[in-house]
């Protein structure tokens, strides 16, 4: 099972143990596309103040978050489960795992990044701003410098198994499952269902949509959970307690996608 999750756009500091080392992470075929991205971020960063701040699309009050992608390469380095705050990290509260979830997330957790390209929550990175959704003055679009190597380097990672797809549009614009991967990814949807004199009435809502990924993948690392398929994912949610509608593909090569119906998140 290969989890597909987004970054947070908030981030912890930096360590202040070994610095970035590309060659370290995981996907070496990402390597010269991560190399690309980081010397044109920095480059950018360390000039222009405000002409950075608009190409990365920050407040007046995230300013400083500039001054921090100027030392990319020196900054100390984390695991990457430990960078990524937010309220989907939150529920799924990593450092809390036992050793066997841990090493199961290790092995199926892919985050997404405009910066990084994807990385595994073990691979040790500095804090940063750059979401996919920017555009280099170099590189252009980050969502589209990223598919080509996306391209090769995920159907590998992937492997014959299921591909869960928790990613926001903006990070699903670098890699679109194709053929025989995308018919056994599934794509998952949150509605808020509540009742409004009397009818139920559903929603979808920012919060409810990340806290319940958060709970759903950390209840598959602790189950154990490994369906093999979509159809296989929908009896484990269920089995975990879950309400789950789906739909199956309409076709060849094309994805599932899953409603979960929450009504509450403690």
Same mark, same amino acid.
């Given at each position: 099972?290969?989890?597909? *999750?987004?970054?947070?756009?908030? %981030?912890?500091?930096?360590?202040?143990? !070994?610095? *970035?080392? =590309?060659?370290?992470?995981s996907l070496p075929g990402l390597?010269?596309?991560?190399?690309?991205?980081?010397?044109?971020?920095?480059?950018?960063?360390?000039?222009?103040?405000?002409?950075?701040?608009?190409?990365?699309? *920050?407040?007046?009050?995230?300013?400083?978050?500039?001054?921090? +992608?100027?030392?990319?390469? !020196?900054?100390?380095?984390?695991?990457?489960?430990?960078?990524?705050?937010?309220?989907?990290?939150?529920? =799924?509260?990593?450092?809390?795992?036992?050793?066997?979830?841990?090493?199961?997330?290790?092995r199926s957790l892919l985050v997404?990044?405009? #910066?990084?390209?994807?990385?595994?929550?073990?691979?040790?990175?500095?804090?940063?701003?750059?979401?996919?959704?920017?555009? =280099? @003055?170099?590189?252009?679009?980050?969502?589209?410098?990223?598919?080509? @190597?996306?391209? /090769?380097?995920?159907?590998?990672?992937?492997?014959?198994?299921?591909?869960?797809? =928790?990613?926001?549009? &903006?990070?699903?614009?670098?890699? %679109? @499952?194709?053929?025989?991967?995308?018919?056994?990814?599934?794509? $998952?949807?949150?509605?808020?269902?509540?009742?409004? +004199?009397?009818?139920?009435?559903?929603?979808?809502?920012?919060?409810? +949509?990340?806290?319940? %990924?958060?709970?759903?993948?950390?209840? #598959?690392?602790?189950?154990?959970? &490994?369906? %093999?398929?979509? /159809?296989?994912?929908?009896?484990?949610?269920?089995?975990?307690?879950?309400?789950?509608? /789906?739909?199956? @593909?309409?076709?060849?090569?094309?994805?599932?996608?899953?409603? $979960?119906?929450?009504?509450?998140?403690?």
């Amino acid at each position: 099972m290969l989890v597909l *999750l987004p970054p947070s756009e908030g %981030k912890a500091s930096s360590g202040r143990g !070994t610095p *970035l080392k =590309l060659e370290s992470l995981s996907l070496p075929g990402l390597t010269e596309a991560r190399q690309a991205v980081l010397e044109e971020l920095v480059e950018l960063c360390a000039g222009d103040e405000e002409k950075a701040r608009e190409a990365l699309g *920050l407040s007046e009050g995230l300013r400083g978050e500039i001054a921090k +992608n100027t030392q990319l390469r !020196t900054a100390g380095a984390r695991p990457a489960g430990e960078i990524y705050t937010g309220i989907l990290y939150d529920s =799924l509260e990593l450092s809390s795992l036992d050793a066997a979830a841990k090493r199961r997330a290790a092995r199926s957790l892919l985050v997404f990044s405009g #910066l990084w390209g994807a990385v595994r929550v073990t691979d040790r990175i500095p804090s940063y701003r750059c979401s996919m959704g920017v555009k =280099l @003055p170099g590189l252009g679009a980050l969502g589209a410098h990223w598919r080509t @190597p996306m391209a /090769a380097a995920l159907p590998e990672a992937a492997g014959d198994g299921l591909v869960l797809d =928790l990613r926001s549009s &903006a990070y699903a614009t670098a890699w %679109k @499952p194709k053929g025989e991967v995308a018919g056994r990814t599934a794509t $998952v949807r949150v509605l808020h269902s509540q009742l409004v +004199n009397g009818i139920e009435k559903r929603s979808v809502v920012s919060h409810f +949509n990340k806290a319940t %990924k958060g709970k759903i993948v950390r209840s #598959l690392l602790t189950a154990g959970a &490994a369906p %093999k398929g979509p /159809a296989e994912l929908v009896e484990v949610l269920r089995d975990l307690g879950y309400t789950v509608e /789906a739909a199956a @593909p309409g076709g060849a090569g094309k994805a599932w996608a899953l409603d $979960v119906v929450v009504t509450e998140i403690h």
